[in-house]
């Protein structure tokens, strides 16, 4: 199986703030990379799909970037509506893999 | 837009079987991949398996021998049968939608907690 990490583990921003997550994953995933916001007893919701590419409806502070096995989400300047634990998920091979989370704080 | 719904018992015994419905309502089934993914209370989420719209499946190695995973376009569900349950098992169970086999999850039901306790 294809092993994803997530770096921080946590962290805590202002409001206004840039915030950067960075994933990693075991082997070449070839941009099948996936990002989700998860809010406190709620489903996650998928923001960033192949990598880049923004979900309908999620705002455009939400970046995706990176290739390979090195891939971060950004979301510039920060609102208080942003908090939850950020996960990413590959797609490329195997059975899909998720990291472990990071949360955010504000 | 559609929308998806698990249901299903809260509490099940160790060593016995969970099951699992889930009604999509607002869309139809056709055309899209189902899956299920799971997430053991305050921990990350696994994945356990999908399947088409046509009854294709796969899923996680690590819970294959113990998965069955249907589908009855008929009446807009998908089923998830767990068997050998232990404690290991607790977590909240939620049904994903996606468009195609490069899992991209665009639509979640609101998840189901079951726990594994006699």
């Known amino acids: 199986d294809i092993q994803m990490t997530q770096s921080p583990s946590s962290l805590s921003a202002s409001v206004g703030d840039t915030v950067t997550i960075t994933c990693r994953a075991s082997?070449?995933?070839?941009?099948?990379l996936n990002w989700y916001q998860q809010k406190q007893g709620k489903a996650p919701k998928l923001l960033i799909y192949s990598a880049s590419k923004l979900q309908g409806g999620v705002p455009s502070r939400f970046s995706g970037s990176g290739s390979g096995t090195d891939y971060t989400l950004s979301i510039s300047s920060l609102h208080p509506e942003d908090l939850g634990t950020y996960y990413c998920?590959?797609?490329?091979?195997?059975?899909?893999?998720f990291g472990p989370g990071t949360r955010v704080d504000i | 837009q559609v929308q998806l719904q698990e249901s299903g018992p809260g509490l099940v015994k160790p060593s016995e079987t969970l099951s699992l419905t889930c009604t999509v309502s607002?869309?139809?089934?056709?055309?899209?991949?189902w899956s299920w993914i799971r997430q053991p209370p305050g921990k990350g989420l696994e994945w356990i398996g999908y399947i088409y719209y046509n009854g294709n499946t796969n899923s996680n190695p690590s819970l294959k021998s113990r998965v069955t995973i249907s589908v009855d376009t008929s009446k807009n569900q998908l089923s998830l049968i767990l068997t050998s349950v232990t404690a290991a098992d607790t977590a909240v169970y939620y049904c994903a939608r996606h468009p195609s086999a490069a899992e991209v999850f665009d639509s979640w039901g609101q998840g189901t907690l079951v726990t594994v306790s006699s």
């Open positions: 082997q070449s995933i070839r941009g099948y």
């Open positions: 998920q590959q797609a490329w091979s195997g059975p899909v893999t």
């Open positions: 607002g869309g139809s089934m056709t055309n899209y991949y």
